[in-house]
């Protein structure tokens, strides 16, 4: 089965170092089959027989504790899971080109998600959708009141962000590596 796997926080400011060459060979050596990567952020396409998100999330986790000695977040979803989370973005075309999907490590509790819905900044607009938070910003991500230690906090989960453009080339890879 087809899988698109999210690694948070690797290669940002100098921290938690990996060369995708590196990350490759460790995938491919540990039995994951066509393993592609896309830029340094830690995105992975490849081939399992293995069907539980879960178990590829906790061998992936373990692997890069084991060979890199520091631990990383990890989502796993199917394509057509990342093709659903895709699709489901409420935000008008122009709008959608401009966000960022937020996966999720699992879809949050109701009580959580009323709570961060109650949260308004200025030229920002999110929805949560099961397990992705839809997020626009008029001014920028990267200018934005509204971030990922805050989800992460009033949702009680981990999560990591990818902008329109990296969820369009993940899901063009996942295809061409059928």
């Not at 520091?70 to 093709?83: C, G, L, M, S």
């Not at 659903?84 to 937020?102: G, Q």
Request: with cysteine; proline share 2%.
């Amino acid at each position: 089965m087809n899988y698109i796997v999210l690694l948070r926080g690797i290669n940002v400011g100098g921290h938690r170092k990996i060369k995708m060459e590196d990350l490759r060979d460790l995938l491919t050596n540990s039995g994951f089959r066509d393993v592609k990567t896309y830029i340094q952020s830690g995105n992975v396409i490849l081939n399992t027989s293995e069907i539980s998100p879960s178990n590829i999330q906790s061998k992936i986790k373990t692997l890069l504790l084991d060979h890199f000695n520091f631990e990383v977040p990890v989502i796993a979803k199917t394509r057509f899971e990342f093709q659903a989370i895709f699709d489901n973005c409420p935000f008008s075309e122009e709008k959608k080109e401009n966000s960022y999907f937020v996966l999720l490590s699992e879809i949050p509790n109701v009580a959580a998600v009323k709570e961060l819905s109650k949260i308004k900044y200025e030229n920002e607009e999110f929805q949560i959708i099961n397990n992705c938070v839809y997020f626009y910003s008029h001014i920028g991500y990267g200018n934005s009141k509204f971030n990922m230690n805050m989800i992460e906090k009033k949702l009680n989960v981990y999560a990591t962000s990818r902008n329109f453009k990296t969820m369009v080339k993940l899901l063009s890879l996942c295809e061409s590596n059928d």
